[in-house]
């Protein structure tokens, strides 16, 4: 069962960046579509940017042009480069698959952008 943990997130002032990475325990390299979520308290956990192995890319029209979703599959790894960061992009972030299936969330990294 391959486990996610996250990680880079933290206190960020409006504009600047963070760069978060998701390190699998296992081999995600047959796993075709990883994605990049997050939520904020009351609220639906929603998928922020997806990435296919081939190294297609799809984002939220609320991050478009902003973020930039990578995938290592050598490291075992994805990453979130997130720049001109806003207040409302405050949230937990995750990774996991896409669509979600069997992989347990890991506990997320908290990101705040502070105004």
């Known amino acids: 069962q391959v486990q996610l943990v996250e990680s880079g997130g933290g206190l960020v002032q409006a504009g600047g960046s963070l760069r978060l990475s998701c390190a699998a325990s296992?081999?995600?390299?047959?796993?075709?579509?990883m994605g990049w979520y997050r939520q904020t308290p009351g609220k639906q956990r929603e998928l922020v940017a997806r990435?296919?192995?081939?190294?297609?890319?799809d984002y939220a029209d609320s991050v478009k042009g902003r973020f930039t979703i990578s995938r290592d599959n050598a490291k075992n790894t994805v990453y979130l480069q997130m720049n001109s960061l806003k207040p409302e992009d405050t949230a937990v972030y995750y990774c996991?698959?896409?669509?979600?299936?069997?992989?347990?969330w890991g506990q997320g990294t908290q990101v705040t952008v502070s105004s």
């Open positions: 996991n698959t896409w669509p979600w299936g069997t992989i347990s």
């Open positions: 990435i296919t192995s081939a190294g297609s890319t």
């Open positions: 296992g081999s995600i390299f047959s796993i075709n579509v």
